[in-house]
């Protein structure tokens, strides 16, 4: 189903354009296509493991800072809804990944159809890439607003998980989320958050697959 969802996502791709790549496995056989394809593309990723595919598949990179316009952006997701609310927690580069979006003409999420959702379940915790000093007030107002809070750790490092720009991962998890807009806006309020992983009025599409039909969101 990923290779379909990439080879469907192939389609949307022009020579000449600026295209940027997200994280994960169906993003990567995207690469492998445009390689084959021999797309005459540059590529903008959030992502050091796609920017080492792109890298390995001979596709040329450019850094994020130097471009302000993306032509097409796809890019995985944890959950997405109907409205083009999205959630991304694993892969903790949700900064990256918006600033890309933020940039994109079209940010189009690529999933199978067990990640669409009427409304954004929040099966998946909201990661937040955090200011390391403002650990401790963060996880207080995060409380009062109803959610409870993970730091990310990994056993491959002391300590906890840090971002690529050298912050803290948390992970808050909230369930019964009546309004998605007013929980993005009041987590972005607190001081001391750098992103939050819910992307809002961001994504322009999906495409979505599952055994038998490809559809597109929008
Ligand atoms: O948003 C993400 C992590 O937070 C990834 O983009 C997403 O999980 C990738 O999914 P897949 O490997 O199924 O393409």
């Given at each position: 189903m990923k290779r379909k969802c990439a080879l469907e996502a192939l389609k949307y791709i022009q020579d000449g354009m600026i295209i940027g790549l997200g994280g994960g496995s169906t993003v990567a056989y995207l690469v492998e296509y445009l390689s084959q394809e021999k797309k005459d593309i540059q590529v903008v990723t959030p992502s050091y493991q796609t920017a080492q595919l792109c890298l390995q598949y001979q596709l040329p990179l450019l850094p994020t800072?130097?471009?302000?316009?993306?032509?097409i952006a796809f890019d995985g997701c944890d959950e997405v809804d109907l409205k083009l609310n999205a959630l991304k927690s694993g892969g903790a580069i949700h900064t990256k990944e918006k600033i890309i979006a933020a940039m994109a003409k079209q940010y189009v999420l690529l999933v199978d159809?067990?990640?669409?959702?009427?409304?954004?379940?929040?099966?998946h915790s909201v990661t937040l890439e955090i200011i390391p000093e403002s650990m401790s007030i963060v996880k207080k107002q995060i409380e009062q607003l109803g959610g409870k809070v993970h730091m990310r750790s990994s056993k491959a490092k002391d300590g906890f998980t840090m971002s690529d720009h050298g912050n803290f991962i948390m992970d808050a998890s909230f369930q019964h989320v009546k309004d998605i807009k007013k929980l993005n806006n009041d987590l972005n309020n607190i001081v001391g958050i750098v992103e939050t992983s819910l992307f809002v009025g961001l994504v322009t599409s999906v495409i979505s697959v599952d055994d038998a039909h490809v559809r597109v969101i929008k």
């Open positions: 800072w130097s471009v302000d316009n993306i032509d159809e067990s990640k669409v959702y009427e409304t954004l379940p929040f099966h």
